[in-house]
């Protein structure tokens, strides 16, 4: 496949009579279809897909119309569909409209290639041939648009686990210390009554775990639903206004939940070791 793609500055009037500058994309969309958030890409002549902040800033919906200045004549646009997109500051469009080659502002050749040739050597051997180009393979381009923001979304990630571990044992070791010293009387009569300390620990254990294993299940539910919509909502402002997460299922569902009850473990069974007293009958009827 191979898609050929021109890039124009165009202008659009407002219903308030100021004019907007779009940059428009013009070729053939259906050869390296998008995923639309709303509507579909621009078939007819008079169509236009605009970017999310455009549609945003211009509040235009589905259906609604935008006037281009096209060879000098005013032509009405109908908005067809609304992308994602973070490239060129998130404001750009999408039709098929003549262009002026005076005023293209870039080309862009889209092309796939079949499934045994060397992706490496023909970026190289296009980069000796069109030196003026700029040849970059899908891994590159991703790489070179959001690299900083996965690199910044890692060190978020590891931040994260690591604030999280600290105020998992913070706030189990405080839980631990109110929960023991209000039954400070129910575990002197459990003494008295024979109950080893080993047994005791082991009901505070089972306490603590069975809280965390309901709040990993009630926060898996939270950021499968409303998390990714806070994130899309966050990432809106920069163009991408529907984020959905990948999930690595052993680290979100196997090894982080068990990362976070081993914290919580030793931390409930270092909490009782140190404060449950060995408290007993006599001693809690002369306090």
Known sequence: KLSPLVTSQFKAMQSDGTVEILNIESGDFSLFPLDYVKGTAPQQENEIALSYLNASEMEKQIGDTVILVIEGQEREMKVSGIYQDITNGGRTAKATVPYNPQTVLWYTINLNLTLDANIEEKVAEYSQLFDQARITDTASFVSQTVGNTVQQLTTVTVVTVIVGLALSVLITSLFMMMLITKDNNQIAIMRSLGFSLKHIRTQYLTRALFLLAFGIVLGTLFSNTL?????????????????????????????????????????????????????????????
């Open 227 to 287: 998390g990714q919509q806070l994130v899309s909502l966050v990432f809106s402002l920069q163009g991408a206004s529907r984020i959905r997460f990948v999930i690595d299922p052993l680290q979100a569902y196997v090894l982080y939940p068990l990362l976070l009850m081993f914290t919580v473990a030793v931390t409930t069974f270092l909490s009782t070791r140190s404060g449950i007293k060995e408290t007993n009958i006599a001693e809690m009827i002369i306090e």
